[in-house]
Nanobody, 124 residues
C-alpha cells in the first residue's frame, strides 16, 4: 500500500529556512499529483503547493509564492518543500499527500493518500 512519510520539520526563527521531505513508497507515482498541505492550531487544513510527479509542473497558494519551492526526485521517490523567509504564520503541521490522475488543473481536488504530518514552528 502507499506510504508517505514526512520529515524535516522543527523550530526556526522568523526569516529562517527549513526543507521538508516526503518519502513515498508502495507503488510507482507516474501520473500522480503530489501536494503539501498545512494545518495550524484551530484552523482547517489548507493547500500549500503541488507538483505533478512526471512532468514536474508546480502550483502554489498565493501566500507562499516566492518563498517556498516544491520539487521531487523521481529516482529517490521523494518530494521536497524548501521553505525560505519563514514567518510565524507559517507555523503548522505540514502534510504531504498524493492524488491519482484527475485530468484537471489547478490541483484543487481530493487527495487519496496522506502522510502523518511534521510540525513546523516559526518563532518571532
Amino acid at each position: 500500500q502507499v506510504q508517505l512519510v514526512e520529515s524535516g520539520g522543527g523550530l526556526v526563527q522568523a526569516g529562517g529556512s527549513l526543507r521538508l521531505s516526503c518519502a513515498a513508497s508502495g507503488r510507482t507515482f507516474s501520473g500522480y499529483t503530489m501536494g503539501w498541505f498545512r494545518q495550524a492550531p484551530g484552523k482547517e487544513r489548507d493547500f500549500v503547493a503541488a507538483i505533478t510527479w512526471s512532468a514536474g509542473v508546480t502550483y502554489y497558494t498565493d501566500s507562499v509564492k516566492g518563498r517556498f519551492t516544491i520539487s521531487r526526485d523521481n529516482a529517490k521517490n521523494t518530494m521536497y518543500l524548501q521553505m525560505n523567509s519563514l514567518k510565524p504564520e507559517d507555523t503548522a503541521v505540514y502534510y504531504c499527500a498524493a492524488a491519482r490522475y484527475r485530468g484537471s488543473w489547478p490541483p484543487n481536488f481530493e487527495y487519496d493518500y496522506w502522510g502523518q504530518g511534521t510540525q513546523v514552528t516559526v518563532s518571532s
